[in-house]
């Protein structure tokens, strides 16, 4: 109930802000306009933002056959989560992260990159796909999709706020400065929205996904070699599509991008100190 009542608030919060954006296009007129469109993006992006992510990183499905030993595993650690199977992918990327999507644990996806593969030994990568199917456990993955979707969306129309906002009479733009605004406050707002949900979401994977593993120094070493890999091996996917960071078990973007300033990700050095912590009393730390 409480993670269905995130993704209503979650919606509401970015329409809003798309009638904001709206309104500066074209006043009511825009502001109705963008709010359809909202209404639309809502509801596309609860069936079909899933597909749209996987797609974005060119995710590739595969299974027993084609990648036998990680489908193995993301199957035996669904079965010690009491989660159904989820459909698994790959995403040729040098760079170490995975994901999970979907709208419900009946209708879950991970991925993760042929980087971590190769980066991670067998116990590191079962801790993190473990934290993966946390996301799916704990049913908010809709919300980290959805949020994802929704603010590329909120970014775009903001860009075309500050280049096609309202006009005067002569046809010049009616308030230049407060366009410009717009669309440098849209999509750091939206960021900030993505921040508020996803800091705790990832403490709440972390715990999760050490308790399926039966292994939190795994996933505290996985964390600390993928914060370390990741520093020097650009994402690209992620690059082009930042409002998917949140996604990631590590923040995937670069340090010189405005997105990485509001990182959705809580500091790598206290999801590791919590997840040692773990292994040393059997306690994650509030």
């Given at each position: 109930?409480f993670?269905?009542?995130?993704?209503?608030l979650?919606?509401?919060?970015?329409?809003?802000?798309?009638?904001?954006?709206?309104?500066?296009?074209?006043?009511?007129?825009?502001m109705?306009?963008?709010?359809?469109?909202?209404?639309?993006?809502n509801?596309?992006?609860?069936?079909?933002?899933?597909?749209?992510?996987?797609?974005m990183?060119?995710?590739?499905?595969?299974?027993?056959?084609?990648?036998?030993?990680?489908?193995?595993?993301?199957?035996?650690?669904?079965?010690?989560?009491?989660?159904?199977?989820?459909?698994?992918?790959?995403?040729?990327?040098?760079?170490?992260?995975?994901?999970?999507?979907?709208?419900?644990?009946?209708?879950?996806a991970?991925?993760?990159?042929?980087?971590?593969?190769?980066?991670?030994?067998d116990?590191?990568?079962?801790?993190?796909?473990?934290?993966?199917?946390?996301?799916?456990?704990?049913?908010?993955?809709?919300?980290?999709?959805?949020?994802?979707?929704?603010?590329?969306?909120?970014?775009a129309?903001?860009n075309?706020?500050?280049?096609?906002?309202g006009?005067?009479?002569?046809?010049?733009?009616?308030?230049?400065?407060?366009?410009?605004?717009?669309?440098?406050?849209?999509?750091?707002?939206?960021?900030?929205?993505?921040?508020?949900?996803?800091?705790?979401?990832e403490?709440?994977?972390?715990?999760?996904?050490?308790?399926i593993?039966?292994?939190?120094q795994?996933l505290?070493?996985?964390?600390?070699?993928?914060?370390?890999?990741?520093?020097?091996?650009?994402?690209?996917?992620?690059?082009?599509?930042?409002?998917?960071?949140?996604?990631?078990?590590?923040?995937?973007?670069?340090?010189?991008?405005?997105?990485?300033l509001?990182?959705?990700?809580?500091?790598?050095?206290?999801?590791?100190?919590?997840?040692?912590?773990?292994?040393?009393?059997?306690?994650?730390p509030?």
């Open positions: 109930m993670n269905w009542m995130k993704t209503t979650l919606m509401a919060a970015i329409t809003a802000l798309f009638m904001v954006v709206g309104g500066m296009i074209g006043g009511k007129q825009g109705m306009l963008a709010l359809a469109f909202a209404l639309a993006m509801f596309f992006s609860y069936w079909f933002s899933d597909k749209m992510v996987l797609r990183y060119n995710a590739q499905q595969v299974d027993e056959t084609s990648a036998p030993q990680f489908y193995n595993m993301v199957r035996e650690l669904s079965q010690r989560a009491g989660l159904p199977m989820p459909k698994v992918y790959l995403i040729n990327e040098d760079a170490p992260n995975a994901f999970a999507t979907g709208r419900n644990p009946e209708n879950a991970v991925a993760a990159t042929t980087g971590i593969l190769r980066v991670l030994s116990r590191e990568l079962r801790g993190v796909m473990a934290h993966e199917l946390a996301h799916v456990k704990h049913r908010d993955i809709l919300i980290s999709t959805i949020s994802a979707t929704m603010a590329g969306a909120i970014s129309l903001a075309f706020a500050m280049f096609f906002g006009r005067d009479q002569n046809g010049r733009p009616a308030n230049p400065i407060a366009s410009i605004a717009v669309a440098i406050l849209a999509p750091l707002a939206a960021s900030l929205i993505q921040m508020a949900i996803s800091r705790a979401r403490f709440e994977a972390d715990r999760g996904g050490a308790e593993s039966g292994d939190p795994a505290a070493a996985a964390l600390d070699k993928i914060h370390r890999y990741a520093q020097g091996i650009p994402f690209e996917a992620a690059e082009q599509h930042p409002a998917t960071a949140q996604m990631m078990i590590m923040n995937p973007l670069s340090g010189g991008t405005i997105a990485n509001f990182s959705t990700h809580p500091a790598t050095e206290e999801r590791i100190a919590r997840l040692m912590e773990m292994a040393r009393t059997g306690q994650y509030a």
